[in-house]
């Protein structure tokens, strides 16, 4: 029966102390205007990549 009340203790614990982690809620930011510009950054490179590779693996003379 100890164990039993052992663990109830820490769970009631535990439940606590997630009430006091989320009850602080933040003002969430809400501009999406940096991560736009990295994911149109990755493209770029990833294109700029891809045609690099192409033109490497093509022969001369083989347009």
Do not use: H, W
């Amino acid at each position: 029966m100890g164990s039993i009340r052992k663990n109830v203790l820490y769970f009631g614990v535990f439940m606590i102390g997630m009430l006091f982690v989320n009850s602080c809620v933040r003002e969430r930011d809400t501009n999406t205007d940096q991560a736009l510009d990295e994911i149109l950054g990755e493209f770029a490179f990833y294109d700029a990549v891809s045609i690099a590779d192409d033109a490497a693996t093509k022969k001369p003379g083989n347009c």
